[in-house]
């Protein structure tokens, strides 16, 4: 146990920049033995901030002497060391992983089929989350006692690690496992905004009936989950969170690692909720480009004077209009900072062809089938915010009594 103690105490010591504070640094090493290599680092801002996974000497003890399952990606990082060498340093018997939409190494497509096997450089067995497999079966948590769940959101309803954790927490409560989550900011913590989800669109991209702009971290979220029945039957899980350590709603975050191959900056991870919306369109926003989500547009010239051409790149090996010349707009510098539908509204009303500008997957983005026609017959983004305010005033009682931060 001496050796364990001092371990601990030398990897908090690297995670720390300070003697009175842990940070996040944010630069990987150069390859740990399974730390996922595929995304690059965007540099942290957090210099007082401790995440959940860096409060090892919190969590250990709900380890030690137990078989453990990681939840986790290339995001679970304590300082420069993955989470699953943290623990096998430890001792910790970790027994295998479950990985996420984009995969462990956090390098496939969105949408692309997540294969299980052995991650190469622990062995450890491999299993994905996605696909026809996204709720762990009886069978794969049978020779555990806890499952450990870290992963770095980004705060929007419609971005699946929120989803996973979902079906995660109903499978540990359905098997009778415990959860541990370790938490970590929400880039969007600070506020909340957009349409709240109606129960018929429920679907991989929006589970739970909140607005696309959800202001929680993700152990607030699952704790909201827990306490309002939403997993299957009303089971609830048996969930602990390690909470965020000198931390507010209102802290800023800069990730320290990209949180999925398309979101390669702070920048795009601002647009994102207002961007991915466009999902559900006609309209490219900049996949097989250097900048996604930080640029939209299609051929058609009356988008914009800006030009891009998507390419077959790592994260986007098919991305919309492929080799085509698009035209729209380069929001590289652009300062907006929360949800806004103005983007959305303008280049419908550009479009050649409005009656094919939307999609079927637009509904399940949006979380209704109002959004879409609202947009169509011309009202502004004003009024069509009048018709979110109820539900979002309900949200905001709800939402206050799940968080374990201050505003």
């Known amino acids: 146990m001496?050796?364990?103690?001092?371990?601990?105490?030398?990897?908090?010591?690297?995670?720390?920049?300070?003697?009175?504070?842990?940070?996040?640094?944010?630069?990987?090493?150069?390859?740990?033995?399974?730390?996922?290599?595929?995304?690059?680092?965007?540099?942290?801002?957090?210099?007082?901030?401790?995440?959940?996974?860096?409060?090892?000497?919190?969590?250990l003890p709900h380890l030690s002497g137990k078989r453990v399952g990681m939840v986790v990606n290339h995001t679970s990082l304590v300082g420069n060391t993955h989470l699953v060498d943290t623990l096998l340093s430890l001792q910790v018997p970790v027994k295998k992983i479950f990985a996420p939409e984009h995969g462990f190494r956090?390098?496939?497509?969105?949408?692309?089929?997540?294969?299980?096997?052995?991650?190469?450089?622990?062995?450890?067995?491999?299993?994905s989350l996605y696909g026809s497999n996204k709720k762990p079966t009886a069978e794969q948590l049978a020779d555990l006692d806890v499952v450990v769940f870290d992963i770095q959101d980004v705060g929007t309803r419609f971005y699946t690690y929120i989803s996973t954790m979902h079906y995660?927490?109903?499978?540990?409560a359905e098997n009778n496992k415990k959860l541990l989550i370790l938490d970590r900011p929400n880039p969007h913590g600070s506020y909340f905004d957009g349409p709240v989800l109606k129960p018929a669109f429920k679907s991989f991209v929006g589970m739970h009936p909140i607005p696309v702009v959800h202001g929680l971290t993700v152990g607030e979220l699952a704790n909201m989950i827990n306490g309002q029945k939403w997993l299957a039957n009303g089971v609830q899980c048996d969930v602990t969170v390690i909470k965020n350590k000198n931390y507010t709603h209102h802290t800023?975050?800069?990730?320290?690692?990209?949180?999925?191959?398309?979101?390669?900056?702070?920048?795009?991870?601002?647009?994102?909720?207002?961007?991915c919306l466009f999902e559900g369109t006609v309209i490219s926003v900049g996949r097989g480009t250097d900048?996604?989500?930080?640029?939209?547009?299609?051929?058609?010239?009356?988008?914009?004077?800006?030009?891009?051409?998507?390419?077959?790149?790592?994260?986007a090996k098919n991305p919309p209009y492929l080799n085509q010349l698009c035209y729209g707009l380069d929001l590289r510098e652009d300062t907006l900072s929360h949800f806004s539908l103005k983007y959305l509204i303008d280049f419908y009303q550009k479009a050649a062809n409005k009656d094919k500008f939307f999609n079927s997957f637009f509904e399940k983005l949006a979380g209704n089938d109002q959004l879409r026609n609202q947009i169509k017959s011309g009202m502004t983004e004003a009024q069509i915010r009048e018709t979110w305010k109820e539900d979002l005033t309900a949200y905001k009682a709800l939402r206050k009594q799940y968080l374990l931060y201050a505003e």
């Open 291 to 315: 900048f996604p989500f930080q640029m939209i547009g299609s051929p058609n010239p009356a988008n914009g004077s800006f030009t891009f051409t998507p390419k077959s790149v790592p994260g």
């Open 252 to 275: 800023p975050y800069t990730l320290p690692v990209r949180p999925s191959p398309n979101l390669s900056n702070q920048q795009a991870i601002r647009l994102y909720p207002s961007l």
């Open 168 to 172: 995660v927490m109903e499978a540990c």
């Open 106 to 127: 956090g390098d496939a497509d969105a949408g692309e089929h997540v294969s299980s096997g052995v991650d190469k450089k622990t062995n450890l067995p491999l299993i």
């Open 2 to 59: 001496r050796l364990v103690y001092l371990l601990v105490i030398f990897l908090l010591g690297s995670c720390t920049q300070s003697s009175s504070s842990q940070t996040v640094s944010g630069q990987p090493s150069s390859q740990p033995a399974a730390t996922p290599v595929a995304t690059a680092p965007i540099a942290t801002s957090a210099e007082e901030l401790t995440i959940g996974a860096a409060q090892i000497s919190q969590y």
